[in-house]
């Protein structure tokens, strides 16, 4: 998000313009960057370099020299360099348009302070693109979430259909077992009938014997 914008007359620090946050609190806590963007202006020389990040606590400024004047926004760590030079090659480009021929003769600060009009609608526009970009990602990554839930979902009818055949086996191999009880049933039933038989045989025999002989 652009925070703060800011601009000075490169040779001798002049401020032209500037534009704060709209709401009084956010104003009051950028007072501080505001005073060190002042102190940047006056640090200014002919081989300062055209363009510049400079990071400061939580946010960064960057700045571009065009026509000597300084045009310079206060971001958060996380605004896309590229768009925040577009932006300022835009503003400058706009600045030069409406006040370039003022900047020379300017005497006293802020003299070109009605280019806060231009500012604050490109600001809003900068801002709104930022967030449809958000947007835009926000439903990729949605996407990507849904992707992973359909692979995960395929995986999970891939297991049920492993599971399908698993419980057919399964219950095959019940089927056998209980065949294989009755059979072992019956081959216990004809052991036991034969071990009777034989020891009704050998007892007739042995009363056969006495009984005869």
């Known amino acids: ?86 932006f300022l090659e835009e503003m400058a480009s706009e600045f030069q348009s409406q006040h370039g021929r003022r900047v020379p003769q300017a005497t006293r600060p802020y003299s070109c302070i009605e280019f806060d009009t231009y500012i604050q609608k490109l600001r809003r526009h900068y801002n709104d693109q930022r967030g449809h970009r958000h947007m835009h990602q926000l439903r990729e990554d949605l996407n990507d979430v849904t992707r992973i839930m359909m692979d995960n979902i395929d995986d999970v009818l891939t297991r049920g259909a492993a599971l399908s055949d698993l419980e057919t086996k399964a219950t095959g191999l019940s089927t056998m077992s209980k065949k294989f009880h009755k059979d072992a049933q019956y081959l216990n039933m004809r052991s036991t009938v034969a071990k009777i038989a034989a020891g009704a045989v050998v007892t007739l025999v042995f009363l056969l014997y006495f009984f005869v002989f």
Do not use: W
């Open 1 to 86: 998000m652009v925070l703060m914008v800011m601009i000075a007359r490169a040779s001798d620090g002049l401020p032209l313009a500037a534009s704060l946050q709209d709401d009084e609190q956010s104003g009051r806590s950028l007072l501080e960057y505001q005073n060190q963007a002042k102190m940047l202006f006056k640090k200014l020389t002919p081989n300062s370099p055209a363009r510049c990040s400079i990071e400061t606590g939580p946010y960064v400024f960057q700045y571009i020299i065009e026509n000597d004047v300084c045009h310079l926004m206060l971001c958060e760590r996380g605004y896309s360099k590229k768009t925040a030079f577009t």
